[in-house]
């Protein structure tokens, strides 16, 4: 979106676009920095430019906390058990416990709920787009979403602005 910015629009803009790249998307972020640089060179140095933050949105590690907390009903351990079997599937870290495959592109639903496509012990949905769990690991993926703990800065920087 930043990318296809015109000209004009660029140097009569009062606000500086906040981008929340997700880091593992090199080809984004890269993209929007040069599109930063591009930016100050047409405005001659001026005020606005892209303020990249390419620190909120990095990866999570998937841990039974963070699951507890993201996910309804589930206990810590149900968490620790989800991770194991992800683990044993090849698609967590055995050490960092961070994904190794994409969760928007993979078979995790069937390592961790071989026999039912659409839930998990008959307590968690895992069908796509009703999956609470998706989401959580959508999230520590970090290369197709957006994350919510770019909030507080974007709110942050548009008070900053309006003063």
């Known amino acids: 979106?930043?990318?296809?910015?015109?000209?004009?629009?660029?140097?009569?803009?009062?606000?500086?676009?906040n981008?929340?790249?997700?880091?593992?998307?090199k080809e984004t972020t890269s993209r929007a920095?040069?599109?930063?640089?591009?930016l100050k060179y047409l405005n001659r140095g001026g005020q606005t430019t892209i303020i990249l933050d390419t620190t909120n949105c990095d990866s999570l590690a998937v841990?039974?906390?963070?699951?507890?907390?993201?996910?309804?009903?589930?206990?810590?351990?149900?968490?620790?058990?989800?991770?194991?079997?992800?683990?044993q599937g090849g698609h967590i870290n055995q050490f960092?416990?961070?994904l190794e495959v994409d969760p928007t592109k993979s078979n995790w639903r069937t390592i961790i709920s071989p026999n039912n496509s659409t839930h998990r012990l008959d307590k968690f949905v895992v069908k796509?787009?009703?999956?609470?769990?998706?989401?959580a690991l959508y999230r520590c993926w970090t290369f197709h979403e957006?994350?919510?703990?770019v909030v507080f800065?974007?709110?942050?920087?548009f008070e900053m602005q309006k003063s």
């Open 153 to 157: 800065p974007a709110l942050d920087l």
């Open 1 to 17: 979106m930043v990318m296809n910015l015109s000209e004009d629009i660029v140097s009569k803009s009062k606000a500086n676009p």
């Open 128 to 135: 796509p787009g009703y999956s609470p769990l998706a989401k």
């Open 19 to 25: 981008l929340a790249t997700m880091p593992r998307d």
């Open 146 to 149: 957006f994350c919510s703990e």
């Open 63 to 87: 841990s039974s906390k963070y699951l507890v907390e993201r996910i309804p009903f589930i206990t810590k351990d149900e968490s620790e058990q989800l991770i194991s079997q992800l683990k």
């Open 33 to 38: 920095a040069k599109n930063d640089q591009d």
């Open 96 to 98: 960092t416990n961070i």
